[in-house]
């Protein structure tokens, strides 16, 4: 009720005058700071002097010197580490040429010329023999392997070159009794038409479970591979192992995706057991090659890491 008293009509506080629209106002009439009060405003007075704080400045001057370089070492330290924990581009390029011959140039220039033949069914003392044939492949293989690993060492595998060797010339022996390719580097070489089952159309079926053996055989490699050093090895050794490994993998994963296919005499197919089997034995080799190259401080090979079983994987799902 005071409030109201004071100020006569209401609660509500005086609104200051404003000038209107039209009305002049008098700039000379409008009060300014004194000097004295904006000189106090001023935050660093010292900032600028008339020359008595030149050896502060130059002294301001070396530190930004020092700080700037000392910012550009570390900033190499930093590009040192990145190089050290990330690989390059490069590292992610082909580093093998998978149309080079594991022996010679000639033995897949030959194989090569050879178209597929049409191939027939084994009798069945013929299945007899090659099932007797691959078991004891299989029994020789391990044997080294056991005695490679200290029962008697100069009768195992001097390196991993010779156990790949030794596989290949099985898949290969296995791999004619079903197409009729002597030599399954063919499957990789250049200006080869890529093989469908409409290609095999109204063939005669070489099946009698060969495809067992193949399995086997990526399996036990799955196994023995990582039994072999490579840091022991030079630099060319190393590549020359390398290459035959990738290649091997390569075939084979070259093999079951035709089989998968249904792309061989008779378009027989895996069964979906196999298939299953295999892409288990694929995921893992996937993932113990990797490990391998880690283990021996070996940089790059990631195109042909992702290479491994590609084309398996895809078709098993």
Not at 13 to 22: F, I, K, L
Not at 43 to 52: K, M, Q, R, V
Request: glycine share 8%; with cysteine.
């Amino acid at each position: 009720m005071a409030y109201r008293e004071m100020n006569g009509t209401g609660s509500t506080p005086r609104t200051p005058e404003h000038a209107g629209p039209d009305q002049d106002i008098h700039m000379k009439e409008v009060k300014r700071i004194p000097e004295q009060e904006m000189l106090d405003l001023e935050l660093n007075p010292d900032l600028e002097s008339d020359g008595g704080d030149e050896g502060e400045v130059g002294q301001e001057e070396e530190d930004s010197k020092g700080h700037t370089a000392g910012t550009q070492s570390s900033k190499r330290t930093l590009d040192d580490s990145i190089d050290e924990v990330f690989d390059h581009s490069a590292d992610f390029q082909p580093r093998i040429n998978v149309h080079s011959p594991f022996a010679s140039t000639e033995q897949l220039s030959q194989a090569g010329q050879r178209p597929t033949q049409s191939r027939r069914r084994l009798s069945s003392s013929q299945q007899s023999k090659f099932v007797s044939y691959c078991d004891e492949q299989l029994m020789y293989v391990q044997r080294k392997m056991v005695q490679n690993r200290g029962l008697n060492v100069n009768q195992g595998y001097a390196s991993l070159v010779d156990l790949i060797l030794d596989l290949k010339k099985l898949v290969d022996f296995i791999w004619f009794s079903i197409d009729g390719c002597s030599n399954t580097e063919v499957l990789l070489g250049q200006g080869i038409e890529r093989r469908v089952a409409e290609d095999y159309e109204g063939t005669q079926n070489t099946n009698f479970g060969q495809s067992y053996y193949l399995i086997r055989i990526s399996d036990d490699f799955l196994d023995y591979m990582d039994k072999f050093s490579l840091e022991e090895l030079d630099d060319e050794s190393r590549r020359s192992t390398l290459s035959r490994l990738f290649k091997m993998l390569l075939i084979l994963d070259k093999i079951f995706a035709r089989l998968i296919d249904g792309a061989v005499p008779g378009q027989y197919k895996l069964s979906g057991t196999d298939k299953v089997r295999l892409s288990g034995i694929a995921e893992r080799t996937r993932v113990k090659v990797p490990n391998m190259l880690e283990r021996a401080h070996i940089r790059g090979y990631h195109y042909e890491v992702t290479k491994i079983y590609e084309e398996t994987l895809d078709r098993c799902g």
